[in-house]
């Protein structure tokens, strides 16, 4: 199979993260964490747009709210918020704090969150100082309107790549700290998750140093992309085996994470991150087409 790798244009983030395909505006939404950027690539116009939030330090994830075109959930230290954003203008402001996990534990923050396919917030912490990937400090959480955030796993390390496949009936989680790919039951119809059992040892690839799984997503046949954030590669894989069908290489070393986009949703978007002065072109986000695979598109969050 013969893919091809190319640059989003003017795609810059220092630690790309989050993407979300939002078909409504065919537009990929994604953070820039660290500076709290929140960014929106038009693929008609083949435009980034890009904001900062106001007195903000981080932006984890941007999910679109329903049913209304300029409020997006976005994650802030431990709070989930609701900023107000055009998608053009280069200032967001937050409006109001949607929910807070952890609160009082300042030395972490949320990390990856995303929707179920029925417009839950799914999405977790880490520790944000120290050595992060030697800390289990986060947890794992879902949230529904009009509800509390719950908790669903303890001793995370580093709350990553959150997928589901409605037709398995599975739900699909990474610890970056722990090398590995979780898959739990998953009940559509309440939002329940149980049963977890790791179907993707990455340990196994390279014994010796072993990869950092990061974000993840899934195609219409159920095979997860599972990106690495020490590895350069984005690994298609069939959950039901633990076998690795295909090693999208990416020309730059920190993977961050990976959505289906596109008119047609088979364009994976790959977002990198530029950490401890990486050479160019860490950093860009990516657009892989000839996969021959289709992928899901993001799902507002219901608030």
């Keep these: 199979m013969s893919y091809k790798v190319e640059a989003v244009p003017d795609s810059y983030a220092a630690l790309g993260e989050g993407p979300h395909w939002d078909v409504d505006r065919q537009s990929l939404y994604y953070v820039d964490l660290e500076s709290a950027g929140i960014n929106r690539y038009d693929f008609k116009q083949n435009k980034v747009y890009k904001a900062k939030i106001e007195g903000e330090k981080f932006a984890s994830f941007i999910l679109p709210v329903e049913n209304k075109p300029q409020e997006f959930a976005v994650g802030c230290g431990l709070r989930t918020v609701i900023v107000q954003w055009d998608g053009v203008s280069a200032v967001a402001k937050v409006t109001r704090t949607l929910f807070e996990v952890q609160p009082g534990q300042t030395e972490n923050r949320i990390n990856d969150a995303k929707t179920d396919p029925n417009g839950r917030f799914y999405g977790g912490t880490m520790a944000d100082t120290g050595d992060i990937f030697t800390q289990w400090k986060g947890e794992l959480y879902s949230w529904q309107a009009g509800g509390q955030p719950k908790a669903i796993r303890g001793k995370v390390g580093i709350s990553n790549g959150l997928a589901w496949d409605v037709k398995a009936k599975k739900f699909y989680f990474i610890d970056t700290n722990n090398h590995e790919v979780l898959a739990y039951d998953y ?86 991150a530029n950490k401890f002065d990486q050479p160019k072109p860490a950093g860009t986000t990516f657009q892989v087409t000839g996969l021959n695979a289709k992928g899901f598109a993001g799902v507002s969050l219901k608030i």
């Design 187 to 272: 009940n559509q119809t309440t939002g329940a998750v149980s049963n977890p059992k790791v179907i993707f040892d990455l340990r196994k690839i390279r014994p010796e140093g072993p990869l950092f799984p990061d974000g993840m997503t899934v195609d219409t046949e159920g095979n997860i992309y599972v990106a690495t954030f020490n590895g350069g590669t984005v690994f298609k894989v069939n959950p039901s085996t633990g076998k690795i069908l295909l090693e999208i290489k990416i020309p730059t070393t920190q993977i961050t994470s990976v959505a289906f986009g596109g008119p047609n949703l088979d364009i994976l978007y790959v977002t990198t």
